[in-house]
């Protein structure tokens, strides 16, 4: 069985940085996208970024690109959301997932919440002001 576990969540003050992981087990597919999403609360879910299964292409949602860097650690087999310059607004319940496809548009992989097989337990994030 595929498995994730996202980890890393607290509180952190506005301007700060947070380092999320999501390590993961199971996978039968060498192709897959691995995404990260969001929720925060009364509010729907998401994009926040994707990485490609080789760890060569990522993709981020617009407002997120140059806060929020997506790697892969292969030795740990865990995907990494690392979030600076954080903000009230990025609060929420932070998931990973996995796409058992690996598809492009252009460079990005495609990353949408409906492509996801997988889903791990998130993890909360407060920014306090």
């Known amino acids: 069985d595929v498995q994730l576990q996202a980890s890393g969540g607290g509180l952190v003050q506005a301007g700060g940085s947070l380092r999320l992981s999501c390590a993961i087990s199971?996978?039968?597919?060498?192709?897959?996208?691995i995404g990260w999403f969001r929720q925060a609360p009364g509010k729907e879910r998401e994009m926040v970024g994707c990485?490609?299964?080789?760890?060569?292409?990522?993709s981020y949602r617009d407002s997120m690109k140059g806060r929020f860097s997506i790697s892969k650690d292969y030795a740990n087999n865990t995907v990494s959301l690392q979030m600076a310059s954080l903000k009230p607004e990025d609060t929420a319940v932070y998931y990973c997932?996995?796409?058992?496809?690996?598809?492009?548009?252009?460079?990005?992989?495609?990353?949408?919440?409906?492509?996801?097989?997988?889903w791990g337990k998130g993890t909360q994030v407060t920014v306090s002001s």
């Open positions: 997932g996995v796409d058992y496809t690996l598809e492009f548009r252009g460079y990005s992989p495609q990353c949408d919440d409906g492509r996801m097989d997988y």
């Open positions: 199971g996978l039968t597919k060498p192709d897959h996208t």
């Open positions: 990485i490609s299964s080789d760890g060569d292409y990522t």
